[in-house]
């Protein structure tokens, strides 16, 4: 049986309660989730993709597959994961075309010195990242923090 996405959350939540650690990931988990879509999108794509459409690519793909992840644990929370996550794609698009040939390198070094501020906060919180006890936490990293602000809004998720 599958977990519900309370129970995701819940866990996760059990080792982010640290005030420092709660700020660093508010920080970390969304520019993270970008620099991934930064580095998907920045593998190249088959000619044939871009016949089919210019945004048909992995990283298109890879939105599609996140999606369907969210959707299997809340509808609700899959619509606010959607918007942000079609907001990281545009933004990634959008930085590629304005420093054409810089959104790798920039990726990659934002991404060693967010990682370190996460593992940081973890040092102050005294407990491990939950991806190290199961993988799928690293995308329920990002909808941990949706659920704050779906809480703050008063939507259910």
């Known amino acids: ?26 920080v970390c988990v969304p520019l993270i989730f970008w620099t991934v879509t930064a580095f998907i999108y920045a593998i ?23 999606v369907l992840f969210y959707l299997r644990l809340s509808f609700s929370l899959t619509i606010g994961m959607t918007v942000f996550t079609t907001l990281c794609y545009l933004s990634v698009v959008a930085f590629d075309s304005a420093f054409n040939g810089y959104l790798v390198i920039s990726s990659a070094v934002a991404f060693v ?23 799928q936490y690293l995308m329920i990293g990002p909808a941990w923090l949706m659920s704050f602000i779906y809480q703050k809004l008063g939507f259910k998720y």
């Open 1 to 26: 049986m599958s977990k519900s996405i309370q129970t995701w959350l819940d866990e996760y939540g059990e080792s982010h309660q640290n005030k420092t650690n709660k700020l660093i990931h508010w």
């Open 44 to 66: 190249p794509t088959p000619q044939s993709f871009a016949q089919v459409s210019e945004h048909l690519n992995w990283a298109s793909i890879s939105i599609v597959l996140t």
């Open 113 to 135: 010195i967010l990682w370190a501020f996460q593992f940081y906060g973890h040092e102050v919180e005294g407990k491990k990242p939950s991806f190290f006890k199961d993988v």
